[in-house]
């Protein structure tokens, strides 16, 4: 909690009255799910941080927020920012890091006296990290299309809530949301400032980095189903007990990623009836997958489910295989990169990544583009994560050059 808050303030030192909100509303808080109280104190947070910038504030029919400065209709914005949910027992910079990072870049850029020549907004985007409901970037994904209303109304927590209930019980209209694709033709340019997630900067010697693509990636969610019975009194060869086809399968998994120089990853999984003297019914896991291209990837892929068919086949037990979200290949908008690679210079390092974001949802609809500030620690998803105080300042400084470039040239 004192590096969380030690990083809040920071980041604010543009604004120092701020900091006690931000630590409060963005970093003690460290399962910050979509439409939960740590979530509406978050939006209150960035709701106040516009405000206080005299910035026109709205929310989004995805509920997005927006905070503008010029006129939106007048077309070919420059946008920054990133999200404030964080995954179960997340850290405090994935995420929020490029929001407040955001705000401070606008601060710093009118203490240039510099003028705008193009509408610019920051924006928080909502379920990103999918934390609660399952899929990651719930806000951009509708925005842009590639979410459905119909898809996003089945979505579900683990309590059984829908998304739309979990919207409307946090005052919001759940009725409205869709693709905005009015919205995306206003924004000529989208930069995600973001903590690295990994050591490529650390190893490299670098602050700040230019990200070139992100991998495809994707979700499975395997169920495995056996026979319920005694813990204590049902032989061991009479048994139908899904727990070790699934066991057998992350082995699998961590083998096949290793042959392919790929990652895949069992990081969920629920049990019924989950007693501790009952042999389980049903076993369910979910699979993270990534790889640099996507041959690696569907390799990886295929080589799992063959193998777990395999362990399930042995075992007696029924496998189903659900694919819950993929994301193809991104590769930023080369034009867009080569001209904040001219503005921070041909030094900056340029490297890829594993990890998902808004800006790749949104890849296919506008301009995207992304820095990286350095992990030391190359942890992230977890409270280790953490970015030095002179290494954020120069993230802030970076993206201030950025968005001068962009939007005030």
């Known amino acids: 909690a004192i590096r969380d808050r030690q990083a809040a303030w920071v980041l604010a030192r543009?604004?120092?009255?701020?900091?006690?909100?931000?630590?409060?509303?963005?970093?003690?808080?460290?399962?910050?799910?979509?439409?939960?109280?740590?979530?509406?104190?978050?939006?209150?947070?960035?709701?106040?941080?516009?405000?206080?910038?005299?910035?026109?504030?709205?929310?989004?029919?995805?509920?997005?927020?927006?905070?503008?400065?010029?006129?939106?209709?007048?077309?070919?914005?420059?946008?920054?920012?990133?999200?404030?949910?964080?995954?179960?027992?997340?850290?405090?910079?994935?995420?929020?890091?490029?929001?407040?990072?955001?705000?401070?870049?606008?601060?710093?850029?009118?203490?240039?006296?510099?003028?705008?020549?193009?509408?610019?907004?920051?924006?928080?985007?909502?379920?990103?990290?999918?934390?609660?409901?399952?899929?990651?970037?719930?806000?951009?994904?509708?925005?842009?299309?590639?979410?459905?209303?119909?898809?996003?109304?089945?979505?579900?927590?683990?309590?059984?809530?829908?998304?739309?209930?979990?919207?409307?019980?946090?005052?919001?209209?759940?009725?409205?949301?869709?693709?905005?694709?009015?919205?995306?033709?206003?924004?000529?340019?989208?930069?995600?400032?973001?903590?690295?997630?990994?050591?490529?900067?650390?190893?490299?010697?670098?602050?700040?980095?230019?990200?070139?693509?992100?991998?495809?990636?994707?979700?499975?969610?395997?169920?495995?189903?056996?026979?319920?019975?005694?813990?204590?009194?049902?032989?061991?060869?009479?048994?139908?007990?899904?727990?070790?086809?699934?066991?057998?399968?992350?082995?699998s998994a961590r083998r096949e990623a290793e042959l392919a120089g790929a990652v895949a990853t069992f990081g969920k999984i629920a049990v019924e009836p989950n007693g501790v003297n009952a042999i389980p019914s049903l076993v369910r896991g979910w699979l993270d997958a990534r790889a640099a291209d996507q041959d690696a990837l569907d390799t990886v892929i295929a080589g799992i489910e063959t193998a777990s068919r395999d362990h399930a086949a042995r075992h007696g037990i029924d496998l189903t295989v659900v694919r819950e979200s993929f994301t193809p290949v991104v590769e930023f908008a080369h034009a867009l990169r080569d001209e904040i690679a001219s503005v921070l210079g041909e030094k900056t390092p340029v490297l890829g990544t594993g990890a998902g974001h808004d800006a790749g949802i949104l890849s296919e609809s506008i301009p995207t583009a992304m820095l990286f500030v350095r992990n030391p620690t190359g942890v992230s998803h977890s409270p280790a994560e953490f970015a030095a105080e002179d290494d954020c300042v120069a993230g802030v400084l970076a993206l201030a050059d950025v968005l001068e470039g962009l939007a005030c040239r």
Request: aromatic content about 8%.
């Open 14 to 251: 543009h604004d120092a009255r701020l900091r006690a909100e931000i630590a409060r509303g963005l970093t003690t808080v460290l399962r910050r799910y979509a439409w939960t109280g740590a979530d509406a104190d978050c939006r209150l947070w960035f709701r106040m941080q516009a405000e206080a910038r005299r910035l026109n504030y709205e929310v989004d029919r995805n509920g997005n927020q927006w905070a503008w400065l010029g006129d939106p209709a007048a077309g070919d914005a420059v946008v920054t920012g990133s999200h404030l949910d964080s995954v179960p027992d997340g850290g405090a910079f994935d995420g929020p890091l490029g929001v407040v990072s955001a705000f401070a870049a606008l601060d710093e850029l009118r203490s240039r006296g510099v003028q705008f020549k193009r509408p610019f907004a920051i924006t928080n985007f909502g379920d990103e990290e999918g934390a609660r409901f399952g899929l990651a970037c719930v806000g951009s994904r509708l925005t842009a299309g590639r979410l459905t209303k119909e898809q996003a109304y089945e979505l579900r927590d683990a309590d059984g809530v829908s998304l739309p209930q979990a919207m409307e019980a946090a005052g919001y209209d759940p009725e409205a949301i869709g693709p905005d694709p009015e919205r995306l033709a206003r924004i000529g340019a989208f930069v995600e400032l973001h903590v690295e997630q990994g050591r490529a900067l650390d190893l490299s010697g670098d602050a700040v980095g230019i990200a070139s693509a992100i991998w495809p990636h994707g979700r499975w969610r395997y169920d495995f189903a056996g026979e319920a019975n005694h813990a204590g009194t049902t032989r061991l060869v009479d048994r139908r007990d899904p727990m070790l086809t699934y066991a057998e399968t992350v082995l």
